[in-house]
């Protein structure tokens, strides 16, 4: 499934996608910690970038 195809990406690019995506309010950050426990992780260093 495409959810296990996206462990095999190094957490860094996961990190760098987060970071371009979180640039507005916050909701995009919330929405990406909501997909699975693996994207949360990744995407928590810069979910509230913007706020």
């Known amino acids: 499934t495409f959810?296990?195809?996206m462990k095999h990406i190094p957490s860094e690019i996961w990190r760098?996608?987060?970071s371009e995506a979180c640039t507005d309010t916050g909701f995009t950050?919330?929405?990406l910690s909501?997909?699975?426990k693996f994207v949360r992780s990744?995407?928590?260093p810069v979910k509230l970038q913007s706020v």
Do not use: D, T
Request: net charge negative; proline share 0%.
């Open 3 to 5: 959810l296990s195809s």
């Open 16 to 18: 760098n996608i987060s």
């Open 29 to 31: 950050g919330l929405s």
């Open 34 to 36: 909501l997909v699975s």
């Open 42 to 44: 990744a995407s928590e």
